[in-house]
């Protein structure tokens, strides 16, 4: 990753949010946004990231984790409140992603995806 670029995971519709790491001064920072804002941001001292999002379709609420060791996980930010709209998609889709804001062909490697 290069200086102001964003991976992460997402889950969107309108509203959306997303947890992801962004580039920010050469260091690595966990940021949670929700709905175009960012919520929180912390420097990481790691290689490897691990990510989780849990949504309930009972409470239309998604909450946002991340790991260091795949163990212990922990919940920066806060929660998104889904909505079922038909304006842009049928419901919430989840979503790995990868940009640039300053320069292209970046990229970064994700390992697996799993859905329980």
Same mark, same amino acid.
Not at 13 to 19: G, K, R, T, V
Not at 59 to 73: Q, V
Not at 74 to 97: A, E
């Given at each position: 990753?290069?200086?102001?670029?964003?991976?992460?995971?997402?889950?969107?519709?309108?509203?959306?949010?997303?947890?992801?790491?962004?580039?920010?001064?050469?260091?690595?920072?966990? $940021? *949670?946004?929700?709905?175009? &804002?960012?919520?929180? @941001?912390?420097? =990481?001292? !790691?290689? $490897? *990231?691990?990510?989780?999002? &849990?949504?309930?379709? @009972?409470?239309? =609420?998604? !909450?946002?984790?991340?790991?260091?060791?795949?163990?212990?996980?922990?919940?920066?930010?806060?929660?998104?409140?889904?909505?079922?709209?038909?304006?842009?998609?049928?419901?919430?889709?989840?979503?790995?992603?990868?940009?640039?804001?300053?320069?292209?062909?970046?990229?970064?490697?994700?390992?697996?995806?799993?859905?329980?």
């Amino acid at each position: 990753m290069k200086e102001g670029d964003v991976a992460g995971l997402a889950i969107f519709q309108d509203p959306y949010a997303f947890i992801g790491v962004k580039k920010i001064n050469g260091a690595p920072n966990v $940021i *949670i946004v929700n709905n175009s &804002v960012t919520i929180s @941001s912390e420097e =990481i001292k !790691a290689p $490897i *990231i691990y990510l989780k999002a &849990v949504a309930s379709f @009972s409470t239309n =609420i998604a !909450a946002f984790y991340y790991s260091l060791d795949n163990k212990e996980y922990i919940k920066p930010g806060n929660q998104l409140d889904m909505k079922f709209q038909l304006s842009i998609f049928t419901g919430n889709k989840f979503c790995l992603f990868n940009y640039a804001t300053v320069s292209t062909c970046d990229y970064v490697d994700f390992d697996w995806f799993k859905v329980n």
